[in-house]
């Protein structure tokens, strides 16, 4: 059975950091790839970064260079560091996991979810 659970948000300032972290577990890891979603109050689910078993990464054109998507397969840990953050960034985040379609930001492709972390940025 797949469980992705979330960690590491919280409430920080504009201009300031978070690290999230998803811990993976049920399946061999390496074998699906993974990815970060958010999705705010009366706004659409919004893929943030992806990444495959091999570490080739694919972000949106708005969040490159803020956001940073790593893992480490021996934890079957996924990790999404979110630099210079904006209050336009607080969302509620998830980690998901896909067999097939790798590095789509695209929800509808992933099949496993984690429960979300919720991250604030306040001005």
């Known amino acids: 059975q797949v469980q992705l659970v979330e960690s590491g948000g919280g409430s920080v300032q504009a201009g300031g950091s978070l690290r999230l972290s998803c811990a993976a577990s049920?399946?061999?890891?390496?074998?699906?790839?993974m990815a970060w979603f958010r999705q705010a109050p009366g706004k659409e689910r919004e893929g943030v970064a992806a990444i495959s078993p091999l570490g080739s990464t694919a972000y949106p054109s708005s969040l490159k260079g803020r956001f940073t998507i790593s893992q480490d397969n021996a934890k079957n840990t996924l990790y999404l560091q979110m630099n210079s953050l904006k209050p336009e960034d607080t969302a509620m985040y998830y980690c998901?996991?896909?067999?097939?379609?790798?590095?789509?930001?695209?929800?509808?492709?992933?099949?496993?979810w984690g429960q979300g972390t919720q991250v604030t940025v306040s001005s």
């Open positions: 998901a996991a896909t067999r097939a379609y790798c590095l789509s930001l695209s929800g509808g492709r992933y099949n496993y």
């Open positions: 049920g399946y061999t890891y390496s074998s699906y790839c």
